[in-house]
């Protein structure tokens, strides 16, 4: 898959397009974050949720516009420099860092650069609408998550959520949108709620979860491949 058509995917909200960057773009993205001097082993026990942040915050710069295709495997190193920007943030968040002496030259200079950084006041917003949208009922989640990120027309919507037509669906869309803002504005200093941020946030969570399923399937993977090996080493003694 190149470049082009995994932008192009992120764009479109193509699960198949996640499912090729975790399953040949991740093992590299992990080698390469865990041999960092003085951080890599910091964040080894939890370098799969850097993974993830990294691919939330690389897919919400290729909505942005922000990156742009330059040379074949460009995107892969540009998901490194967000990976290597969101371990130190996140160790540093979780407080793993103080105490120890850390050369910000030994991590990379990049780690400073504008256009890879997040602003701390976006993060905190978009984590307490990552709250709000968890905080909504099921069946406004998965209606949302068929709309923004599925992108399904809403008479394909009722029929799937057993709602009796599109107009049934779209009412109960507005519904659940309203019962997002509610809870969104107690905190959100502009009671004007965006659907920009509403989709954003489905996005979000749809990703994780997609992340999520790879994560465990690839897990399984592995276990049921070593399961495998050490039933052949059993059938063949002599070659151990």
Not at 90 to 112: F, T
Not at 156 to 178: F, Q, V, Y
Request: charged share 30%; hydrophobic share 40%.
């Amino acid at each position: 898959m190149t470049d082009a058509q995994i932008l192009m995917g992120i764009m479109q909200n193509d699960n198949r397009v996640w499912q090729h960057v975790c399953r040949n773009m991740k093992a590299s993205f992990i080698s390469i974050i865990t041999g960092i001097p003085s951080l890599g082993d910091v964040v080894r026990p939890y370098i799969e949720d850097v993974f993830q942040e990294a691919c939330i915050i690389f897919m919400s710069k290729v909505k942005s516009g922000q990156v742009v295709v330059s040379r074949e495997g460009g995107l892969f190193s540009c998901l490194v420099q967000i990976g290597k920007l969101t371990a130190f943030n996140l160790a540093r968040k979780r407080g793993v860092l103080l105490g120890k002496m850390m050369d910000m030259s030994q991590i990379n200079e990049s780690l400073a650069s504008e256009d890879l950084d997040v602003s701390q006041k976006q993060q905190s917003q978009d984590e307490f609408l990552d709250r709000v949208f968890d905080s909504i009922p099921d069946d406004c989640r998965m209606l949302l998550k068929k709309f923004y990120w599925d992108r399904k027309p809403m008479d394909e919507i009722a029929s799937m959520l057993g709602l009796r037509n599109a107009d049934t669906a779209k009412t109960k869309k507005n519904r659940c949108m309203n019962k997002f803002r509610e809870i969104a504005k107690m905190l959100l200093e502009n009671e004007e709620f965006a659907e920009d941020a509403v989709r954003a946030a489905v996005e979000r969570a749809a990703l994780r979860e997609l992340l999520e399923d790879e994560r465990i399937m690839m897990k399984d993977a592995s276990v049921k491949t070593a399961a495998l090996e050490t039933d052949e080493d059993k059938d063949n003694p002599e070659e151990m």
